[in-house]
């Protein structure tokens, strides 16, 4: 596995944890040291046992020597990342490409090459040419299998996927990979094989159309608000129709995370690219864009357009639940709005105090719930832990005009209301 973050690390320990012998390869040095210490460099529920117990048993083994690695491997698994270019919208595959040029270097013997990073259309063929360039075709085989896993939920997602896409139409390679993936075939996963340019396309048009779900969903909210409908009524009522499906169908802030907003913009630079237009796409990437002003302007609403001096409280900073990561997560551009306007904010999130705030004035991490919101004049639910699931408001705020903002609808409005507590939810 070349790149050891969420995906590698993941994908690597449960390949090993399948009994295959696995290398999970990184250039950060500390990161590999790290790990090899027992040091998980990212909180992902599960996985800290299972990398003590697969790295004990010697399946699992980590390294920075990549030379090496690639000598002693059969099938190589590119993982690293591929951000958004700084200037634009397309994929940096700077990463992707600084492996394959790597990588050629060290084939002697039949390898199979896998992009599990997420990659344009037609990046498998220019990998492909990089490594044609020092190595015979006899010798490699390039595949596209892109990686489903969700953050917070990525051992189970590993392990029992939907489905296995394999972008191939070398029999060699294909038959040596649904081996690999046999153990999970026989839990249920289909096994989708097809060309790698469709396998890099199923990717980006499933993260686009889960990125459209959670736009929809959230735009209908802003219409339930003004007609006295609860969003999640029609949630459940769409849900329940088996072509609708009720996952990512709940409303909230914008979409985050290190996956859904690049690989929307990456699909319609891929559409731009190719002289057609994925309008439907483009309009979510918008909407979604609006969406923190749009709740910046509630906040404001409900502090009655007083929010110098206020002290706005986070619970939750990262784009979800059970993640680390902070990566495009709405906090990112809410708080520092709320700080422009006068505020003071302190957070508190289950995975700890984050780098990104540790320089911005009037922003203090809390070390828990109850000193994140005892001085508060209002607390905004960010993020659906289960940690703030049952907390008692009443008994802990100072400040008896407290308000709540909870952008995820984990409270009732009724129960709130009884306990007399000013409670604003979403599409409610
Ligand atoms: N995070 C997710 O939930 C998720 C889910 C599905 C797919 N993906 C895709 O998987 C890819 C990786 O995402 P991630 O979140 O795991 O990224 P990440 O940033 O957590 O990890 C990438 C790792 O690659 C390492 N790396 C970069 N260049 C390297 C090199 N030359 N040699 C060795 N190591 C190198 C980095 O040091 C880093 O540790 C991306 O394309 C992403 O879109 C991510």
């Known amino acids: 596995m070349i790149g050891t973050g969420y995906v590698g690390l993941v994908s690597g320990v449960c390949f090993a944890d399948l009994g295959n012998d696995v290398i999970?390869?990184?250039?950060?040095?500390?990161?590999?040291?790290?790990?090899k210490k027992g040091i998980i460099p990212i909180y992902e529920p599960g996985l800290d046992e299972l990398v003590l117990k697969n790295y004990k048993n010697n399946r699992l083994k980590f390294s920075t020597n990549l030379k090496d690695s690639i000598s002693k491997s059969d099938i190589i698994f590119i993982c690293v990342g591929t951000p958004s270019k700084k200037n634009g919208n397309d994929a940096d595959l700077s990463q992707i490409f600084n492996?394959?040029?790597?990588?050629?270097?060290?084939?002697?013997?039949?390898?199979?090459?896998?992009?599990?990073?997420?990659?344009?259309?037609?990046?498998?063929?220019?990998?492909?040419?990089?490594?044609?360039?020092?190595?015979?075709?006899?010798?490699?085989?390039?595949?596209?299998?892109?990686?489903?896993?969700?953050?917070?939920?990525?051992?189970?997602?590993?392990?029992?996927p939907d489905r296995v896409v394999i972008g191939t139409k070398d029999k060699r390679s294909n038959k040596i990979l649904k081996n690999l993936y046999s153990p999970l075939i026989s839990k249920g996963a289909k096994y989708v094989n097809t060309s790698r340019r469709?396998?890099?396309?199923?990717?980006?048009?499933?993260?686009?159309?889960?990125?459209?779900?959670?736009?929809?969903i959230n735009e209908l909210a802003n219409l339930?608000?003004?007609?006295?409908?609860?969003?999640?009524?029609?949630?459940?009522?769409?849900?329940?129709?088996?072509?609708?499906?009720?996952?990512?169908?709940?409303?909230?802030p914008a979409y985050g995370g290190s996956c859904f907003p690049k690989d929307t913009k990456a699909i319609i630079h891929t559409s731009d690219k190719f002289n057609t237009n994925l309008s439907v796409i483009k309009s979510v990437i918008k909407s979604n864009e609006n969406r923190s002003s749009l709740l910046l302007k509630r906040v404001f609403d409900i502090l009655?357009?007083?929010?110098?001096?206020?002290?706005?409280?986070?619970?939750?900073?990262?784009?979800?639940?059970?993640?680390?990561?902070?990566?495009?997560?709405?906090?990112?551009?809410?708080?520092?709005?709320?700080?422009?306007k006068g505020a003071t904010v302190n957070y508190f999130d289950p995975t700890g105090e984050k780098?990104?705030?540790?320089?911005?004035?009037?922003?203090?991490?809390?070390?828990?719930?109850?000193?994140?919101?005892?001085?508060?004049?209002?607390?905004?639910?960010?993020?659906?832990?289960?940690?703030?699931?049952?907390?008692?408001?009443?008994?802990?705020?100072?400040?008896?005009?407290f308000r709540i903002f909870d952008m995820r609808n984990i409270y009732s409005s009724i129960k709130m209301k009884e306990q007399k507590i000013k409670y604003f939810a979403i599409g409610r």
């Open 24 to 35: 999970c390869i990184d250039r950060d040095q500390k990161k590999v040291d790290d790990l």
């Open 99 to 160: 492996v394959a040029k790597e990588i050629r270097t060290s084939i002697s013997k039949f390898k199979i090459i896998i992009t599990k990073s997420t990659v344009p259309v037609t990046t498998g063929d220019n990998i492909e040419k990089i490594i044609l360039e020092k190595v015979s075709k006899k010798l490699f085989s390039v595949v596209s299998n892109p990686e489903f896993l969700r953050e917070g939920e990525a051992i189970r997602d590993f392990t029992y």
């Open 198 to 216: 469709a396998a890099e396309l199923i990717k980006y048009a499933s993260n686009a159309f889960l990125a459209t779900k959670i736009t929809f």
């Open 224 to 252: 339930c608000e003004k007609i006295d409908v609860n969003i999640e009524d029609i949630s459940i009522g769409m849900g329940l129709d088996k072509r609708i499906g009720s996952r990512f169908l709940r409303a909230g």
């Open 304 to 340: 009655k357009g007083k929010i110098k001096n206020k002290k706005i409280c986070f619970l939750g900073v990262t784009f979800k639940a059970n993640t680390d990561d902070m990566r495009d997560s709405s906090s990112l551009s809410m708080i520092p709005s709320l700080i422009k």
């Open 355 to 401: 780098d990104e705030f540790k320089r911005t004035k009037n922003v203090v991490f809390s070390v828990n719930i109850n000193s994140a919101i005892k001085d508060s004049d209002l607390i905004i639910i960010h993020t659906e832990w289960n940690d703030f699931k049952s907390i008692n408001f009443k008994k802990i705020v100072k400040n008896k005009n």
